[in-house]
Each structure stands twice: as C-alpha cells, then as structure tokens.
C-alpha cells in the first residue's frame, strides 16, 4: 500500500463547478498536511497547508480528518486556470522530518 | 528576491556522457532534495541533505550522485550508470526548524538522452 494515495482522475469539469479531491495517508504519525499545484511541465507549488481546523483560501477548502486519515481539498466556482495536477503532500516524524507527495489527480476545467 | 534556481533549464546529453545538473537557493534552508519525475508520474526522491557535508540516499539514488560542499548548493550528477536518465529533475529545499515547514520547488531541468 502506498503511503499516500490520490485518485490520479483525470477530473473533467465544467466552469464553475464544484469539485472534490481525498488523499488517504497510512502513517498514524503523520503531522503535516499540504496541498501543492503543478502544472504541465512545471514545478509543484504550494497551494494550502492543512488544519486540523479545516482551513480556506478564497474558493479554495482544505479538510484533514485524523481519525479516517484522509484530507481533502474542495475547488468552489471552477476557473479554467484551475486545470492542472493538485498533489497531496504529508510530512511525518520518523528518524527525522520525512515527506511523501502523492502522484497527483488531474483536473481538467472545461468552458 | 529569495528563491531557488536550477540551470540549465534544458538539457541534452550523448549516451555515455555524465552530466551536471545545478542547484542553488538563498532561503537559508537546511535541507535540500532531489526528485525525478518522469511523464505522468508522481515525484520520486533521488538524493536529500540536512546539513553541509552530509546526504542521504532517496528511493532510486543509482546512477546519481550529490555533493553538499555549501549550504546553498546542491549539485546532482547524472553518471552513465543511469539507465534511463531522461526526465523532468526538479530540486527542492526546506527549513528543519519547525514541522509545518514544507518544500519549495526549483523550475527544474528537462534532461534529454540522445
């Protein structure tokens, strides 16, 4: 089992949809929670950390539920500059700081 | 402005040839990485370094190698050894001093084997 697992999509979607992304992690230890953007051809950047609080950021929502040990992120009113690879991004404490990206789900805004 | 830059943004190498890939950043991070991703696929960590002088080993570190003579560089060399080294080589830094802390990308370096 991976220790981070994303539905790789691809998510096709009209403008101004909602959309919904999980990621499940498997290390209970896990401490930090992140979303990153990558889009085609570039590097990934950091969208949102996560709260055990939920967080938002503008249309964006971001939920960590320690119990299921998943997070999910929640793209409100879709724009066409929301397509790219959204990865899910854990760190945990083990012999260190250690961090696990997901592989990425695929969103595809459509006009 | 504070960042980190990779060069050279494209790069072609003969079969053979060992190739060096550049890496700075002035964050003043401690740590810095190295991943490779291929086309469609998630990120894999090739080399890592907490502290100048010393690295560790990613998940798929044969056929690479890293030196940490300064904490603002972090060079990686692609040897002949790497079967398939063509891929998107992106470099990555972060702070050690607190658990939020996360990663800043590179704009990476495309390698191409001719």
């Known amino acids: 089992r991976k220790e981070v697992e994303q539905d790789p999509g691809p998510f096709n979607v009209p403008e101004g949809a909602t959309v919904a992304f999980n990621c499940t992690y498997s290390?209970?230890?896990?401490?930090?929670f992140f979303w990153y953007r990558q889009d085609c051809r570039k590097e990934p950047k950091l969208l949102m950390s996560?709260?055990?609080s939920g967080n938002e950021d503008g249309r964006f929502t971001a939920q960590l539920n320690r119990a299921s040990q998943y997070i999910s992120l929640l793209i409100r009113d879709s724009k066409l500059s929301d397509s790219a690879t959204y990865l899910c991004?854990?760190?945990?404490?083990?012999?260190?700081?250690?961090?696990?990206f997901g592989a990425g789900t695929r969103l595809f805004v459509k006009a | 402005d504070g960042g980190i830059t990779q060069s050279p943004k494209y790069l072609f190498r003969k079969e053979g040839q060992n190739v060096t890939l550049s890496c700075e950043q002035n964050?003043?991070?401690?740590?810095m990485y190295w991943y490779r991703q291929d086309p469609g696929q998630g990120l894999r960590l090739i080399y890592y370094?907490?502290?100048?002088?010393?690295?560790q080993k990613g998940d798929i570190a044969e056929g690479y190698s890293v030196s940490r003579e300064k904490k603002e560089s972090f060079p990686l060399t692609v040897t002949s050894a790497q079967k398939n080294p063509t891929a998107f080589y992106l470099c990555?830094?972060?702070?050690?001093?607190?658990?939020?802390?996360?990663?800043?990308f590179g704009p990476g370096t495309r390698l191409t084997v001719l």
């Open positions: 964050l003043n991070h401690d740590a």
């Open positions: 290390n209970s230890a896990s401490q930090s």
């Open positions: 991004v854990v760190k945990s404490r083990t012999g260190g700081f250690k961090t696990i």
């Open positions: 370094s907490q502290i100048v002088n010393d690295f």
């Open positions: 990555a830094s972060s702070s050690l001093s607190n658990p939020t802390d996360t990663q800043y």
């Open positions: 996560v709260y055990s």
